[in-house]
């Protein structure tokens, strides 16, 4: 007895003394690491400041908030409860903007999420260095742009007089006459998707580059001389190497799904091509909280409005992680 437990001492003095060899190699890369440390520091403080602290207003949703109030009204003004929740499920443009942003996102998400993927792999068998170069430049060039200035090119390339687009059409006779894409709403979900694919596909697809140039050549080389072809090299390598990558990405963009997912803002897109001729189809929850907030003023509305975006944001990140840890065995966290 008295031998077992001069052992666990043993193993219990071992096991302090390798904790203090952990604190002292840990302080010591934090001095080393100083300078880079203190960057990370100041940019917690700015994503403390700017992005957790302002959380507290998400209070005037289940309060009656006035703009009068100022911030302390926040704290002060009456409780609501879940009134301005209520308001909303019951309102009559309800069931069309919910089908609206559930569309535009996953119509985003089903065609404008292989784009970056098919892209970056079809660049990664470009054997000219040059072309490579110049076509990967193109595609992310279009990102550094405003959704201002696309929704300005998107007016002038698609206008029903003198669009370029129009123009082509009845000159291939593919159009007897201009399609109103502008204000037609039945026109607006596919321009949504076209516009944020062709603006932001090329940024997302650097993330696939650096994945795939991290892929050993050797087992290419090792397939072309088992007979593999070019396609299945693809299929048996490329996309099997790169597969974390792309859950990842996945993962991330079912978060983001209500916000326009992968590629572009719905809020921006919905907001500047939208207009009162199309609202139909162009009509989500991002414009119409920020109309009932800043041009009506119904704070507490908006803000209930959005946290009912966050929440199911929230759940399906989660349950996108949970389903590709089951399947895959692979999650963002």
């Known amino acids: ?10 193993v219990e003095d071992n096991s302090h003394i390798s904790i ?25 403080i700015v994503l403390f400041f700017f992005q957790y602290l302002p959380m507290f207003g998400i209070l005037m949703a289940f309060k009656e908030y006035s703009i009068t109030d ?18 909303f499920f019951n309102a009559y443009q309800f069931e069309q903007i919910v089908t609206n942003t559930l569309a535009i996102s996953f119509l985003k998400l089903f065609f404008a999420f292989p784009v970056p993927i098919i892209l970056a792999i079809m660049l990664n068998e470009v054997r000219i260095s040059a072309v490579k170069r110049i076509v990967q430049t193109t595609s992310y060039f279009p990102h550094f742009i405003s959704w201002v200035v696309v929704a300005g090119l998107a007016s002038v390339f698609l206008s029903t007089e003198q669009g370029v687009i129009n123009n082509l059409l009845i000159s291939l006779g593919l159009a007897d006459k201009p399609i109103a894409f502008l204000s037609n709403p039945d026109h607006f979900w ?12 090329g940024w997302w697809t650097i993330i696939f580059l650096a994945a795939l140039s991290g892929i050993n050549p050797a087992l290419y080389e090792a397939a072309q001389i088992d007979g593999a072809g070019r396609i299945q090299r693809i299929w048996h390598i490329t996309l099997p190497s790169i597969k974390g990558t792309i859950v990842v990405v996945l993962i991330l963009a079912i978060g983001n799904l209500l916000g ?11 907001f ?3 207009n009162s001729v199309n609202s139909d189809k162009s009509e989500i929850l991002q414009t119409y909280a920020f109309k009932m907030g800043l041009a009506q003023g119904r704070y507490s509305y908006a803000t209930a409005i959005d946290l009912i975006q966050s929440i199911i944001s929230v759940t399906l990140i989660f349950g996108a992680n949970w389903l590709s840890k089951k399947v895959t065995k692979t999650g963002l966290f």
């Open 190 to 201: 596919g321009l949504a998707v076209t516009t944020a694919m062709w603006k932001e596909a």
């Open 1 to 10: 007895m008295e031998e077992v437990q001069m052992k666990l001492k043993k």
């Open 70 to 87: 100022g911030i302390a009204g926040i704290l002060t003004s009456e409780w609501a409860g879940l009134k301005y929740f209520k308001q």
């Open 260 to 270: 326009g997912g992968l590629v572009g803002s719905n809020f921006e897109q919905s």
């Open 20 to 44: 203090d060899i952990h604190k002292q190699q840990f302080w010591k890369r934090f001095k080393k690491q100083i300078y880079l440390q203190s960057f990370v520091f100041f940019g917690l």
């Open 272 to 274: 500047l091509l939208g």
